[in-house]
């Protein structure tokens, strides 16, 4: 059952990716999707407290690309204005994630969205470079910077 899940799901995306529905794409995605689902499924064998919320990876995503939308609007205004309104360093927040992909989830979020740049983890604590610093408190810093993304992958 879980292959044929993972191998829908891969092959979903591998349609989306490639936009195309002739017959030899078609077949190279069931093909290749149907190997990973078999090499998953082999390899990482279900776990109970691993729950697959394809709704809540939805809302992530979406969450995602209002934020890399808004800092690449934001950038971009600093940028053409020509008193280069920045007021770059380093902050510290804190995370409330208790798992491991999620912290990685929410740093790799902070990096790719533009202005700011995950430096380094320790424990619940990551430390970002930031173009504007407008606050050095460390609740203000978390919510400005990471609050929308925690709040999904809380969800995850």
Known sequence: MRIIFWTIFLFIIWLGLTMSFSVQEVTTGFVVSLVLAILYVRNYPSS?????????????????????????????????????????????????????????????????????ITMDVQDDTLFIHWIDVTSSDVAKASEEIAGDFERTLKNL
């Open 48 to 116: 109970d407290n691993f729950r697959f919320r394809p709704i809540a990876y939805i809302i992530y995503i979406v969450t995602f690309l209002k934020a890399l939308f808004l800092a690449n609007w934001d950038v971009a205004k600093r940028v053409i204005d020509p008193k280069l309104p920045i007021n770059p360093g380093i902050v510290a927040i804190k995370t409330e994630l208790k798992e491991d992909y999620k912290k990685l989830m929410l740093a790799n979020s902070i990096t790719l969205t533009p202005g700011t």
